[in-house]
Every structure is written in C-alpha cells, then in structure tokens.
C-alpha cells in the first residue's frame, strides 16, 4: 500500500523534472528551436527615375511623387524594425527627362548613374530589373547597374544562343541569390537567415524592345521559370524565398507567357513572400477587393504575404514577417502588409519631408536636366492639353501625328514607298488613370521648350514606319476602340463610357483617315488582343480623302517601335510589317517639326468622332478638374461636380441630332430675332425668304425652295448687314441653312 503511493507521487515528479532540465550537451540547440525573429521586408518600384520631388514637365516641385521623399518613408520604416531588408523591383533609369538627358550623354567608364548615386546612399539590399530598363540598349543598361552596390536578380532573360535548345541556355543575370541576412531574434540572439531573392520581368520585352534586344537574349515565362528555380535555392539553403516580380497580379487562371503574373506566383510552393510592380498600383489596397484568394486586412495572396509600392515613389511598400526557427529551418508563422503613402492623397500635403542627402547627391544631374528642358524650340498659336483625348479629337495627339507625317514624308522620297498615301497613329500618353489626376498635358498658348514636348511624348520609343492593308488598318482600330465600355441606349442610368481597365497609351487615333466609333457595339478583342467578338465592328465609315477604304488598299502608317513591334497585342503588328526603321527617337521627330515650322497649330483636325446613339443615354467620363477651362458653349461635353481621387466628373452627349428642317431654320430665326441677335432690317429680309421657301416647298416646288434658302444665305452673310447680327446666330444659322441644303441634295 505504502510502496504504491510513494510510486504515484514519485512518477509525476519525475516528469515534471525531466520537462525543466535540459538534456546535457544541447541547452544552445533548445534555445535557437524557440527563436523567433521579426523580419521588415520594405519595397519601392516603378521610380522612373523621379529622384527628386521634381514635376520636370510643369517645372516645379511636387509633394507627389520622389525618391527623395521615399527615402524619409525608408528611414522611418527602418529604424521601426530591429531587422530590415530593402529591394528595389525595377523600372529605375527611364522615365522622365531626367533618365533621357543622362541616356542622352551617356555613362563614361567609372561614371556613375544618379540614379545608384542615391540608391547606394539607401542601402539596399537586391534589385529585380524592369522591362523600362531595355529602352536604352543592354550596353547602357549595364554600364548604368555596374555602380549599384546591391546585386541584381533576374530568372527569365537568357542569352540568344541561337541553336534553338532551351536545356543549354545560360541566363543573362544572376538568376537568384541567397543573402545571409544577420538579424536579432526576439530574446536579443544573433541568427543568420538565409534569405533568398529571385525576379522577374514580362516577357513581352521581345516585342517591346525587340530593336534592342532581338538576337541578344531570349526570354522565358515568368511561372515556369519560377517552377524551375526556387526547388533549386531551397536546395542550395534558402530559409525563405522572396520572389520580386516585375509583374502586376494579372488574371486568376494560369495563362502562358502573361505579363502580370503574380498570382500564379503565389501558388508555387516555397515562395514566402511577394514584393511585385509594373502595374503602378498600390497593394493592399481597395483596387484589388473581392479577388479570389486576396485578403486586403493581411495583405496577402493566396496566403502569401505581398505588396506593391505603387510607383515613381509614391508609396513605400512593407511586409513584416515572423519567422520561427524550426531545427535548421525557418518557417513563416505570421505576416502583415502594407503600404505607406508620401502625401495626402485627399489634400496633396505631403506627409513627409525629402531627404537632403539624397537631392545633394544628384544635384549636378538635376540642375543639368533643367537647363535642357527650359531651352526652346518654338511657339504655338494655341494652348495642347489632353483633358478630353479620350472622348474627342485632341491637340496632344495632333501635334504628334503631324510631326510623324512629315517626318515620314521626308523619309520615304525616293524609296518604293513613295506614292503609297501616309498615315500616323499616336496615343494619347497623359491622360489621367491610374496615374492620377493630374496626369494630364498642358501646355499654354506661346513658347514650347524641350520639357514641353516631353510632356508631350513621355516615352523614348523611335519612329517605325508600317506598311498596312485597310482591312488591317480597320483591325488596328477595332484594338483601339477598346478603350470603351460597350453602351445601351435604353438604360437611363448613367454609364461609363471609358473602359479605366484599358490603358490609354493603347488607344491609337490614326490620323489621315476618317472614321466613327459605335460604342454601342462590343468590343472587337480583348485587352489581350484575343479576338473575342468575330461579328463586332465599333469603326464605322471608315473614310480615306472622303471615299470608304478599300480592304486591299496600302498605307504607309507612322508609329513608334513598341506598337510595330507588337506592343499592346494588337492585330496585325509583330514587327514584321515594319518597312522603314529611322534611327530617330518620335520625340526628336517632334522637336525637329516645330524647329522647322517656327510657329505651329496644333488644332486637332477632327478625324475621328463617336458615331450618334439613338436614344438617350447619360454617358460619363473622368477628367482634371482643370478641363472645365476647355468645355466649348457649344459642344457635346458638360461639367458634372467632382469626382473621386481628385478627378472631376463629365457627360458627353452622343444623342443623335435631329435633322434640321425648314420648319426648325424658322423656329431658330424666329427666337435670334426674339432676343435680339438678329435685328431689323435683317430680320426681316431673313424672315421672308423662309417664308417663301416654305410655300414653295407646299407646292411641291423644292428647287424653287432651294434657291430661297440660298437667298437666305446671301443676306446673311452680306456684309452690310454684319452690323445687324451676332457672331454667334451668324455662325449658327449658316450651319443650320447649309445643312437643309445638303439634306435636301
């Protein structure tokens, strides 16, 4: 009885020692088992090589946008976290004036790039390259990353061997890297992590720089070049792997070569976070809500904690992860992300000072971008703004199809494409979105400098020249016309009319022709460029100097190297269309046009226009608030109140007019006369003649009408009775007058 007692007494005594002594010989190995250690992980993307918080096109400061404003965010963020790392996910060195002047001069051999002069000052620790980082050439690319004093990874660029094996390849840079991280755990003991850093880039660079590029390297999916090498770092001793996509989320199902596929990435095992770009949006944000697998409170995707730090400096992207040492492994236990803004987004304050050390640091190149903008090349008769370029013919986009045609008549005299007629497409590039609502040109009536037309022309592509049938040229703008959303006439509701899915460097106006778009039509392709809807035709009235183009018929069309190429997907265009390559950027094209000219108008020509929807929708769109300026009295575009974002809101009316009648010629003549515009003895001479007119048109005598309302034109415009009637009714009767005419012709 007593030796059964003692027993259960003596057992759980036992146990409970055995649980607080360590077992001799491994106390250090129980204490690395319960480490945890707090890992910020902090992302800037897409800078463009905005450094300072500097507007080159408006020449003037901004709280917008800025390396150098980041910079505060990173310190900040840095001296939060007992342990931090800081990767850049590319699209550094083009992108504004200040990348095209240093490209421009080039990089001597030791010569640094401004953009690593501040980057280096920032520590970072790895760097993924971006597709904007080949539209200089790969030389300048790697004299430009040879001064960065952080590795840069890329997994999916290769060396074009040409034999057409792909298990010889050999990448063009360090696929991956696996930093031995020092950091501190929780209970103050130093720990190494193996972090592993492996990027991306679209692998449609072939098309967008195949000038650059074609016959150098070759490129890879994104998905299965991850597939391939992330079982390799794990191997190699990654504790964890953070995959740095150029890339946006892209689409939920798994496509081949996509452009935007970090959601795929998210379902590879072994990547334990994501820090991705190309996009220009901020990730977690409310842009990305009800998407399968996304949770905007975690900031993650499919699990996996990611962020996106919007672009040119905007944000700061953080992902502060925990990691639990698990024997020799370290496993992910918990996560959050975030993004931290500059400034205001509502006010435009900025939320943080710009760092000195960073603006001294460039301060040479930036002085020097400055002088070369400010230096001018001409004059305009009227002010070029982008406000409406979505939804009318615009001035922005004028200026650039005139200087691209003259340029590529000069081009094409006395080669076999002489004769053929010559068209241009351009885009308009600034035209709000994504980038905001002051991402709009403007340019006053006067002086234009070189900071003009690079607010003109934002990217550094080179004039190609296309040979094209009409059938072809009607393909290209049925892409195009994809900007819009699909409209039906019988709903009262408002609805919008621009597609803000679709971007707007893809909504090509060719100009030299005439043509209509029927929104009430689906659209053609997708923003993919897959043909969709066989049956849709939105161009209609397709015109060449007023006679309908002939399918057979060619063209010559004026574009740059990225559309040639196959940028955007359209139909039709993958480079091998290209018959004329100049060795001139379209920028340089424009400048030289206006040297030439001296003084140019910049009127759009109004070649292109919606087609009239029977009914009456209310159709609106997004501007600056800044458009209301440019709002015509007698147009189809009305101001609405303000919008979300700092945008505005507006309505277009493309309600099909009522044809004039002579009943409705005397209704308006009778209502001038009534307020005054139209005053004795004029009124009365006008009010005969339709009088007139109409008993003749009663007996059925309609060229004896005509001839009345022909007289009705004749003392209208007679210039003895200019005294006698306004501008305005003057203009508005002859339209009104010589439409009756045409209708009855």
Excluded: C
Aim: no cysteine; charged share 20%.
């Amino acid at each position: 009885m007593y030796r059964q007692t003692m027993w259960k007494v003596i057992f759980p005594l036992m146990a409970i020692m055995l649980i607080f002594t360590p077992l001799e010989g491994n106390t250090s190995s129980a204490a690395e088992d319960s480490s945890i250690v707090n890992l910020r992980l902090m992302e800037t993307t897409d800078i463009h090589v905005h450094l300072a918080n500097y507007n080159y096109y408006q020449d003037e400061p901004t709280n917008e946008f800025g390396l150098a404003l980041t910079a505060t965010r990173i310190k900040e963020a840095r001296g939060e976290a007992v342990n931090s790392m800081l990767f850049d996910n590319g699209d550094l060195i083009q992108g504004n004036p200040l990348g095209d002047y240093v490209a421009r001069n080039g990089l001597e051999e030791g010569e640094v790039h401004p953009v690593y002069k501040a980057m280096n000052l920032l520590d970072y620790d790895a760097a993924n390259i971006g597709n904007h980082e080949f539209n200089y050439g790969i030389d300048f690319l790697k004299e430009s990353i040879d001064d960065a004093n952080f590795p840069y990874v890329n997994a999916n660029v290769y060396y074009d061997d040409g034999d057409n094996d792909p298990s010889n390849d050999q990448p063009f840079f360090d696929p991956y890297k696996i930093l031995h991280k020092q950091v501190t755990d929780t209970n103050g003991n130093t720990q190494t992590v193996d972090v592993g850093v492996i990027g991306f880039v679209p692998p449609q660079i072939m098309q967008w720089d195949r000038s650059n590029l074609e016959g150098k390297v070759i490129t890879k999916g994104i998905y299965e070049s991850a597939k391939k090498y992330v079982p390799i770092m794990q191997e190699q001793g990654a504790d964890i792997i953070v995959a740095i996509p150029h890339s946006g989320l892209g689409s939920v199902e798994l496509q081949e070569r996509e452009e935007n596929a970090t959601y795929n990435l998210t379902e590879i095992e072994g990547i334990d976070a994501i820090m991705f770009g190309h996009a220009h949006e901020a990730f977690p944000s409310e842009t990305f809500a009800g998407i399968p697998g996304v949770n905007l409170e975690k900031g993650t995707i499919n699990g996996v904690p990611s962020v996106e730090a919007g672009y040119w400096g905007n944000h700061l992207g953080i992902i502060d992860l925990q990691l639990e040492k698990n024997g020799e492994d370290w496993d992910v236990i918990d996560s959050s992300s975030e993004v931290r803004s500059i400034y205001n987004e509502e006010t435009g304050e900025a939320l943080v000072e710009p760092d000195q050390e960073i603006l001294d640091a460039i301060s040479e190149e930036h002085q020097a971008t400055l002088d070369y903008i400010r230096s001018q090349v001409g004059e305009t008769t009227a002010p070029i703004y982008s406000y409406f370029a979505l939804v009318k013919d615009d001035p922005s986009v004028q200026i650039v199809s005139n200087a691209q045609k003259w340029y590529t008549k000069q081009a094409v005299t006395g080669t076999e494409y002489e004769n053929l007629p010559i068209l241009s497409a351009a885009a308009p590039f600034k035209a709000g979105g994504r980038s905001g609502a002051g991402y709009y040109t403007y340019i006053p009536e006067g002086p234009i400098a070189i900071k003009n037309v690079a607010d003109l022309y934002v990217y550094p592509n080179t004039l190609k020249v296309v040979k094209l049938t009409g059938k072809e040229i009607h393909q290209w703008l049925e892409m195009s016309a994809g900007q819009f959303n699909q409209i039906d006439p019988n709903i009262s509701e408002p609805q919008a009319l621009v597609d803000l899915g679709f971007s707007t460097y893809n909504f090509d106006v060719i100009d030299g022709l005439t043509y209509e778009i029927d929104v009430t039509e689906p659209s053609r392709y997708n923003n993919d460029g897959e043909l969709i809807n066989p049956n849709a035709q939105r161009i209609v009235n397709l015109q060449y100097n007023g006679e309908p183009v002939e399918d057979s018929q060619e063209f010559l069309v004026a574009t740059n190297n990225y559309r040639a190429s196959g940028g955007g997907n359209f139909p039709n265009l993958d480079g091998s269309q290209i018959v004329l390559s100049p060795q001139i950027q379209n920028r340089q094209v424009i400048i030289q046009y206006i040297q030439e000219n001296g003084t140019i108008d910049p009127s759009a020509d109004g070649n292109w226009s919606f087609a009239a929807i029977e009914g009456n929708p209310e159709l609106i769109f997004q501007s600056s608030p800044d458009a209301q300026e440019f709002i015509q009295s007698d147009g189809n575009i009305s101001y609405i109140g303000e919008g979300a974002n700092g945008f505005a809101k507006y309505a277009i009316d493309l309600a099909a007019e009522e044809p004039v009648t002579l009943t409705s010629l005397q209704e308006d003549t009778a209502a001038y006369i009534a307020d005054g515009s139209v005053e004795h003895p004029l009124a009365v001479q006008l009010k005969n003649k339709l009088k007139q007119a109409a008993h003749h048109m009663d007996k059925g005598h309609q060229q004896q009408a005509v001839k009345k309302v022909e007289g009705f034109l004749k003392h209208l415009n007679n210039k003895a009775m200019g005294k006698f009637i306004t501008a305005d009714a003057k203009e508005a009767l002859n339209a009104s007058a010589n439409e009756l005419l045409e209708n009855w012709k």
